[in-house]
């Protein structure tokens, strides 16, 4: 076949993905091509881990499309759902810095595209390269603080504040209602996020609704003022209202 | 006054209480050097505010003696008591990474001697010296893993199995039981560091006292057998008996 002829065959580039990353921010085009390299997309179906806790850690990843749980299991069985992460999202990437062993484990909660990128590169680039060091000291303690957040929103806002948090965190910062949202994923799952049990989270989401008048039908949820439902969710909570949680 | 008859002045030494921060574990001597000549120390009375959250952060700390509470404070004038400090803890290193703004308060909850080491230093140390961004990096990971600790064990264990696993980790990770413990500070503090409410702690801990045969009298403890505690306590964690939170 002649070359001019040749099917277009869509190759995935892995690069503008990377760039975009806050732990590539400081990164030399040359080093980013290395991981660019190295990169390979991995596709999952709904149900499937990608790895469980206590797995070498010999890659990490960046979410290209599609919802991954990330967990933690108890010895008596149950499942402490940690983070949720999706498109843009890179996890696991601590793992270098904790004798190399996953610390929670990451199944696909419906059909996921996710780019792996080998370990051993970025342990490398820390080493080598001060810039990156400090990029991902950046990135780490943006996620250190909003832990810390998540630990105080644990500890002090009851059910019923915390899945308005959660909805609210789904708007936009100057968006004023009413506004038409979308659930990401499944109600028990944002239950298990949010360290309800089922009961507890159906309560909970009726007590929103006569607290703030949204109204819940399958997935879609309308607020009608962001206004009330601020003044409700976040007068638990240290941050005022638009917090950096929010896009 | 001759030399030989001056009085002997009391001078302390912050080079061995730095060395022993992970931070400075592979600093150079010169580098905890330079550290130590700038470092203070800070006297506070029972109740003292170190600093307050969002205050300007132009120094970190190293507690000497006594406990310090980080807390955040909510809009409605809650507090999170978001972690308890005490002899060789460092605290607010991480803010020369979040805007040089504190995202806590810090109080002494008695006499306290804390040292006050200035961000500035820090900040250049991490810049200028791959192997402090490094450790720095290590000390932040390790933190990190903590707190996705704290929250799987808010999410998942009740409120006796919380108060449990607190007790666990005042003990030593061979110890069998009998153990007599002091509690380490006021059980309305420790209800607060566990996120919860004064009249949940006191329920919870009959529960305990029924489910594990412990005695409580005053701030004394006494806990039978380490295994009774451990069964009941961890069977909620992800962690298995005796974890990395043990001494």
Request: hydrophobic letters at 45%; glycine letters at 4%; aromatic letters at 6%.
């Amino acid at each position: 076949m002649a070359p001019d002829t040749a099917p277009f065959v869509m190759r995935f580039d892995p690069k503008p993905v990377l760039a975009r990353q806050s732990i590539f921010s400081r990164a030399s085009e040359a080093l980013i091509d290395s991981f660019a390299q190295a990169a390979q997309v991995v596709s999952l179906k709904k149900g499937d881990t990608l790895f469980l806790q206590d797995d070498d850690a010999d890659a990490f990843y960046i979410v290209l499309s599609g919802w991954v749980k990330l967990f933690r299991e108890t010895l008596d069985g149950n499942e402490a759902v940690i983070d949720m992460v999706t498109n843009g999202h890179i996890f696991a990437e601590t793992a270098i810095l904790e004798d190399s062993v996953h610390s929670f484990g990451a199944s696909a909660i419906e059909d996921v595209r996710v780019l792996r990128l080998p370990s051993a590169l970025l342990r490398k680039a820390i080493t080598e390269d001060n810039a990156m060091a400090l990029s991902m000291l950046t990135s780490l303690s943006r996620h250190r603080k909003r832990q810390t957040r998540e630990i105080e929103s644990l500890t002090l806002q009851n059910a019923s504040q915390r899945i308005g948090c959660f909805l609210l965190r789904l708007c936009h910062r100057d968006d004023m209602g009413p506004i038409e949202l979308k659930l990401p994923y499944d109600k028990s799952l944002i239950a298990a996020r949010l360290g309800m049990k089922s009961e507890t989270f159906s309560r909970a989401l009726n007590k929103l609704r006569e607290e703030t008048g949204i109204t819940v039908k399958g997935a879609t949820v309308i607020i009608p003022t962001i206004d009330v439902m601020s003044s409700f969710a976040c007068s638990a909570c240290s941050n005022e209202f638009p917090c950096d949680d929010m896009h």
